[in-house]
């Protein structure tokens, strides 16, 4: 008699897009995959304080209901420190894939936009080309500031951008002057920067700051003179309308 094993199926990855702060701001589709999942894994702080994606996902799973994985990835630009970080954090998932476990990723916002689910998502078909990885939209900061401040963001034929902040003071004025309205993420560390050249641009009135939009502990900011000097937080982002 001829003894006979069977393969585990492998589990499957999802990227999760649990929006921008407010709980209620998630998709059907998003709070039915983490009922539905074995593992859900998501961003976890160094010192032990609550990341924003696990305050949002938190509001829908019940203490010990589901098997919780913290993942702590290091704010640095190394780029040998972060491959070997990714690749540790991609290890740490594939253990539960490989007993054929569902593991989903939460992250604020949308998966597909300025997120760590692009390094985890990326570095685990590298690494385990066989997974099978979805991602979930969800709505990002830009949107949820769209709404909290009344805004349109493009209209007809203009144009719309969403732009990291950076000190590239040129780079920051081709961005305001070749597009109707622009969402400057990580504006955090160059405000001050941001302030001078909007109001060299005559923008200055035409710009808002929000910090965690949508969320129990947002900010907002109609002067931005007000935020001269100040330290922000990082989730925090500048909108310009023309």
Known sequence: MTGTTTATKL?????????????????VKAFRLMKEVDVIAY?????????????????????????????????????????????????????????GRDVAFVTEGDPNLYSTWIHMARTMKSLHPE??????????????????LGLYLA??????????????????????????????????????????????????RNASVVTKVTSGEEQVWLDIHELKGQELNYLTLLVVRK
């Open 11 to 27: 589990g499957r990855l999802y990227g999760l897009g649990v929006g921008p702060g407010d709980p209620e701001l998630i998709t």
């Open 43 to 99: 961003p976890k702080k160094r010192m032990g304080s609550k990341s924003y994606a696990h305050q949002i996902m938190e509001t829908y799973i019940q203490p010990g209901e589901k098997e919780l994985l913290g993942l702590v990835f290091p704010m640095t630009k190394d780029e040998d420190v972060l491959k070997a970080s990714w690749e540790k954090t991609a290890t740490t998932i594939w253990e539960h894939l490989a007993l």
């Open 131 to 148: 997974v099978e990885i979805h991602s979930v939209p969800g709505i990002s900061s830009a949107l949820g500031a769209a709404s909290r």
């Open 155 to 204: 209209d007809g034929d203009e144009h719309f951008a969403i732009i990291p902040a950076t000190e590239d003071r040129e780079t920051m004025r081709r961005a305001l002057e070749n597009h109707d309205t622009v969402v400057f993420i990580k504006v955090a560390k160059v405000i001050d920067l941001m302030i001078d050249l909007l109001s060299e641009l005559n923008l200055d």
